[in-house]
């Protein structure tokens, strides 16, 4: 133990000589660790920032619609108002949420202002299992659908382009939209506002970033009208694959389909495609950062090699005072590997600041995992100790009388 401290301090005596001229050998090492921590931090932190997305939508979402073989459509490839009650009729608790999916563009018109927005219909039970933010009034609920009352909830941005207020609560205003009945313009009460939190990212993954208003589900979906698809939350006691299973199986006979066109659709699968794409791009553009690790090394071995010529005299006096061979080999080594890891903190710490500063920059979690950075700086440590090797076992077998003779 104190031959190591004593190695130790001549290695910092020797790096504190040539500040430059070790700084630069770091240099290499310092680009290095800082770019592989940046960049798996990085990959870290958007995984985490899409499963917090995927959160917020929904992870036992499932889309579900059905596909022909022939890629065309008629009345049979459509969920009418009675096949949704069905469904829920059918598995009762297994699913906390059922609906008709729909995409249907709507125009809010007050006075000489138009908004275009997409309407969200939905049914009492929707804030369980997607909670909206309703700053302002209330959420559609059971009355709303039981009435087919024309009431709406509009997003906080599209209250203030409208009104230039969010204390609407109340007030009517004019839509026009695709009904059941054909093309139409109606006056909608509003009964409440609410604000939007999610990010660009989360608005993309929940379909584009167009405003959406909320309505009740029966003013869209009754028996004389159809959904191209059903959005249902799956319970999450219910047991996944065997669900869908039957859950398809189900849906094939009630519309006489092959089980095959049945399209079983969960966000759940999106986000581990997504996070196994993120996952082996962060290792890819690791490794080619990695690649200047290499570099450093090299740069470490050559200024060794130097370090070693300049020191021959002292190598030569060390031996003839008793020094052993192995003595001079983990002298030298414990210098290369203190450059080297000094390199791999100081790396590390800009990596890791880097990452704070753009996560503060775009107000998101960041991730950086704790291991990563101790791997890190290990294996800063291990590149200067194999690229040092070389250099360390010329100085511990040179011969101490050429050594001493050395100008």
Known sequence: M?????????????IRINKMRSFLTMLG??????????????????????????AGIGVNRVDVYLQSDDDTYDDSDLFSGDDIDKIRDTFGSNIEYLSGASNQKAVLIRNRTSENVIFNPVREGYTKVQPVDVVQGRMIDGKDNDGEKKNVVLEEKTAMKLFKTTNIVGRKIKVSYDSSSGSEVSEF???????????????????GSTEKAYIPESLVFNSDSEAFDLDMFVSPDANAQQFEKIFTGYVARLKNKNISNVVYYTAKSDMQSIDSIMSKLSAAVGAI???????????????????????????????ALGARTIDILVQFLTESAIISAAGGVIGTSIGVGVVM???????????????????????????????????????????????????
């Open 2 to 14: 104190m031959l190591l401290w004593e190695n130790m301090k001549l290695a910092f005596s020797a």
């Open 357 to 407: 500063i753009g996560g503060a920059v775009f107000g998101i979690r960041v991730i950086v995992n704790p291991i990563t950075v101790i791997v890190a700086v290990c294996f800063s440590a291990a590149v200067g100790i194999f690229f040092g090797m070389f250099p360390a076992r010329k100085a511990a077998k040179a011969d101490p009388i050429t050594a001493l003779r050395y100008e």
């Open 289 to 319: 950062a990695a690649i200047s690790l290499l570099v450093g090394g090299i740069g470490i071995m050559n200024i060794m090699l130097v370090s070693v010529t300049e020191r021959t005299r002292e190598i030569g006096i060390r031996k």
């Open 29 to 54: 090492i310092i680009i290095g660790i800082a770019a592989v921590i940046s960049i798996v931090s990085i990959g870290d932190t958007m995984r985490g920032v899409i499963a917090d997305q995927f």
């Open 189 to 207: 009460s509003i009964v409440g506002v609410y604000r939007n939190s999610q990010t660009p990212l989360g608005k993309l993954l929940s379909g």
